[in-house]
C-alpha cells in the first residue's frame, strides 16, 4: 500500500474529505458508492463494485431481485432446478 503523502482530519461527524487529485486519479465522483474494507490496523476505501452472494467474485455479476449472483452461480442454480 503506498502513502498519498494527504493528511485530513476527522470531523465531528466522523467524516473526512478525500482531495480532488485522488478522487480525479482514482474517478470517484458525487454520490458514488464507497465501500469501507478493514485489513489489520489499516481502514481501505475503494470504489464499490458489487460481488457475487455466493462465491464473491466480481466478474460478470447480473442483479437479481435486489441481490448480485455471477453468471457462473446462476448456471449452477439453473441446473438444480432440473
Same mark, same amino acid.
Do not use: T, W
Given at each position: 500500500?503506498? &502513502?498519498?503523502?494527504? @493528511?485530513? =482530519? #476527522?470531523?465531528? !461527524?466522523?467524516?473526512?474529505? !478525500? &482531495? =480532488?487529485? %485522488?478522487? =480525479?486519479?482514482?474517478? +470517484?465522483?458525487?454520490?458514488? &458508492?464507497?465501500?469501507? !474494507?478493514?485489513?489489520?490496523? $489499516?481502514?481501505? !476505501? *475503494?470504489?464499490?463494485? &458489487?460481488? /457475487?452472494?455466493? /462465491?464473491? #467474485?466480481?466478474?460478470? @455479476?447480473? *442483479?437479481? =431481485? *435486489?441481490?448480485? %449472483?455471477? #453468471?457462473?452461480? +446462476?448456471? *449452477? +442454480?439453473? $441446473? %438444480?432446478?432440473?
Amino acid at each position: 500500500m503506498k &502513502p498519498a503523502g494527504v @493528511v485530513r =482530519k #476527522v470531523d465531528q !461527524l466522523g467524516r473526512i474529505v !478525500l &482531495p =480532488k487529485s %485522488l478522487r =480525479k486519479r482514482y474517478q +470517484m465522483n458525487e454520490g458514488d &458508492p464507497v465501500e469501507i !474494507l478493514v485489513q489489520g490496523d $489499516h481502514i481501505i !476505501l *475503494e470504489r464499490y463494485r &458489487p460481488r /457475487c452472494v455466493f /462465491c464473491g #467474485v466480481l466478474e460478470d @455479476v447480473r *442483479e437479481f =431481485k *435486489e441481490r448480485y %449472483l455471477c #453468471v457462473k452461480c +446462476m448456471a *449452477e +442454480m439453473a $441446473h %438444480l432446478r432440473r
